[in-house]
């Protein structure tokens, strides 16, 4: 028996449980398991639109430095982790997102909120028996409340601007004009549900939580690794330069960044993301 055939070692039945999915209050812990618009947002159109953006990430990337970093040159302290954290958010939303959204600071509160209650609550769920969490959640948990009332400021924020894509999308088609095509996971999830109805503020929610913790951890360790080895900087600083002198932003140009690679390899092998996000 193959591991993915091995229910035991079922990935979603274990967040099913971690995450009481059924609880209306824990949807983006839902998405993906009773259909496959989360799984073919993410396998099919985000390999598929990969090229297209190289170069709006590489000015969200100049914009999330010069607003957390400042280009202030005199020595200042910052607190990395925080720090990783809002550039990753900031980027990762400019993918997900699109230009209207990205630099919403309110959804970027959003998606910090929720994951630090949602994780809490559950936990505290886990303490009363099953078939009490549903009233425990309804009434017996505060935090509870705060995810609810979170969860329904991401449909806020979400559900207008998919609506006005969808509507200016059905007006080109009825001029006979071809529909725009925005490349993030918003037009990502439209294209898999082909018409079916989800749960757009959840998904962009579980997104922001694959995506941010993770990579805000990765981003931290490499920059503690490069601090502590500083002959580095010189050296990753002359193969981006190097490699942007021979060919500008496309698909092929990270390939060529090996050494950046081998850093960020480095930094995976010493404190894995599993471990990170237990700790």
Same mark, same amino acid.
């Given at each position: +028996?193959?591991?993915?055939?091995?229910?035991?070692?079922?990935?979603?039945?274990? +967040?099913?449980?971690?995450?009481?999915?059924?609880?209306? #209050?824990?949807?983006?812990?839902?998405? #993906?398991?009773?259909?496959?618009?989360?799984?073919?947002?993410?396998?099919?159109?985000?390999?598929?639109?990969?090229?297209?953006?190289?170069?709006?990430?590489?000015?969200?990337?100049?914009?999330?430095?010069?607003?957390?970093?400042?280009?202030?040159?005199?020595?200042?302290?910052?607190?990395?982790?925080?720090?990783?954290?809002?550039? &990753?958010?900031? +980027?990762?939303?400019?993918?997900?997102?699109?230009?209207?959204?990205?630099?919403?600071?309110?959804?970027?509160?959003?998606?910090?909120?929720?994951?630090?209650?949602?994780?809490?609550?559950?936990?505290?769920?886990?303490?009363?028996?099953?078939?009490?969490?549903?009233?425990?959640?309804?009434?017996?948990?505060?935090?509870?409340?705060?995810?609810?009332?979170?969860?329904?400021?991401?449909?806020?924020?979400?559900?207008? &601007?998919?609506?006005?894509?969808?509507?200016?999308?059905?007006?080109?088609?009825?001029?006979?004009?071809?529909?725009?095509?925005?490349?993030?996971?918003?037009?990502?999830?439209?294209?898999?549900?082909? #018409?079916?109805?989800?749960?757009? #503020?959840?998904?962009?929610? *579980?997104?922001?939580?694959?995506?941010?913790?993770?990579?805000?951890?990765?981003?931290?360790?490499?920059?503690?690794?490069?601090?502590?080895?500083?002959?580095? &900087?010189?050296? *990753?600083?002359?193969?981006?330069?190097?490699? *942007?002198?021979?060919?500008?932003?496309?698909?092929?140009?990270?390939?060529?960044?090996?050494?950046?690679?081998? &850093?960020?390899?480095?930094?995976?092998?010493?404190?894995?993301?599993?471990?990170?996000?237990?700790?």
């Amino acid at each position: +028996m193959g591991i993915k055939d091995n229910d035991a070692l079922c990935f979603g039945a274990h +967040m099913e449980e971690e995450f009481h999915i059924n609880i209306d #209050g824990f949807k983006p812990w839902r998405q #993906g398991r009773k259909d496959k618009i989360f799984q073919n947002a993410v396998q099919l159109n985000l390999t598929q639109d990969i090229s297209a953006l190289n170069i709006p990430l590489s000015e969200e990337a100049t914009h999330a430095l010069e607003k957390h970093l400042t280009n202030d040159t005199e020595w200042h302290e910052i607190p990395v982790k925080v720090i990783a954290f809002k550039i &990753v958010s900031q +980027m990762s939303s400019r993918v997900f997102l699109g230009e209207e959204l990205c630099r919403n600071e309110e959804w970027l509160q959003v998606t910090v909120d929720y994951t630090r209650d949602a994780v809490i609550a559950a936990q505290e769920l886990r303490l009363w028996p099953k078939f009490l969490r549903p009233f425990a959640f309804r009434y017996a948990n505060p935090r509870c409340k705060a995810i609810q009332q979170q969860l329904k400021k991401s449909e806020d924020l979400i559900d207008p &601007v998919l609506e006005k894509r969808r509507r200016e999308n059905e007006e080109r088609r009825n001029a006979g004009l071809k529909p725009i095509r925005h490349y993030d996971s918003m037009q990502w999830m439209d294209d898999a549900a082909n #018409g079916l109805k989800y749960e757009a #503020g959840a998904a962009q929610i *579980m997104m922001a939580i694959a995506a941010n913790f993770t990579g805000s951890d990765m981003l931290t360790g490499a920059l503690i690794c490069i601090s502590q080895e500083p002959e580095l &900087v010189e050296d *990753m600083r002359k193969e981006i330069i190097t490699v *942007m002198n021979e060919c500008q932003w496309n698909k092929s140009t990270l390939y060529k960044l090996r050494l950046m690679d081998s &850093v960020l390899k480095e930094t995976q092998r010493i404190k894995p993301a599993a471990i990170a996000i237990s700790s």
